[in-house]
């Protein structure tokens, strides 16, 4: 089974809306991390934020939050006031386990989300 | 500050031929890895290594070697290049302990196998 779940191939928005990109993920280990990169056409991997498994509130950064729902092991990015700049291909990642362990720095990726965003 | 720095960015192998990806970083980082991204599939793991020493494989490792000798080099080695090794590269690296494990990563390095 697919451990990280990004259902929507692409996204469109309107500049100044908002928007948000899916994410669903399964694991059975108790402690975990959610991640969402960006990637520009230019190519590099930029961090956006971070939720962890056993953080009580969403987190967010500027204009993205994560809409993390546990139960329903989902961790959707929202991006508030759409940009030109914010056109690019968006990645869920998973990290299992805690610090220290051997899976600690692992990364296990979706298959990304292309968002275009309209002026 | 370099970060993550990947060399070379470009490079066109034919079929059987052999190579090195260089990868370093100098934020004495535990944990380096490498990934390979395919359109439509993501990152994939291709091996991984949570110290000097130590190398594991990871999810697609057929076809390449790897070592760490040091802290700081995570060379990533095809022994004999096949087209479905073409590929974008990705080195990264991370903190092991005391953080979240956010993966930092090199700019890439675009092979095509011929």
């Known amino acids: 089974a697919q451990k990280i779940t990004q259902t929507q191939p692409g996204m469109f928005v309107q500049e100044k809306e908002a928007v948000t990109l899916d994410c669903t993920y399964d694991?059975?280990?108790?402690?975990?991390?959610l991640f969402w990169y960006k990637q520009p056409s230019s190519g590099e991997m930029i961090f956006l934020i971070y939720q962890g498994s056993y953080d009580q509130q969403n987190a967010t950064e500027g204009r993205y939050s994560l809409n993390f729902q546990k139960a329903r092991k989902s961790a959707n990015l929202v991006i508030s006031a759409s940009q030109l700049g914010d056109s690019a291909m968006y990645f869920c990642a998973m990290r299992e386990g805690n610090a220290g362990g051997t899976s600690y720095g692992k990364l296990t990726f979706g298959q990304g989300t292309i968002l275009t965003v309209h002026p | 500050n370099a970060g993550v720095t990947q060399t070379p960015k470009f490079q066109v192998l034919k079929t059987g031929q052999s190579m090195t990806l260089q990868c370093a970083q100098d934020?004495?980082?535990?944990?380096m890895s490498w990934y390979r991204q395919d359109p439509g599939m993501g990152l994939r793991l291709i091996h991984y290594s949570v110290g000097a020493g130590i190398t594991d494989q990871g999810e697609v490792p057929n076809g390449y070697n790897v070592s760490r000798s040091t802290t700081e080099d995570f060379p990533l080695r095809l022994l004999s290049a096949a087209p479905s090794q073409t590929s974008v590269y990705f080195c990264a690296s991370s903190y092991g302990t005391l953080n979240t494990g956010e993966l930092f990563f090199g700019e890439g390095s675009r092979l095509t196998v011929l």
């Open positions: 694991t059975s280990d108790p402690s975990y991390g």
């Open positions: 934020m004495n980082h535990e944990y």
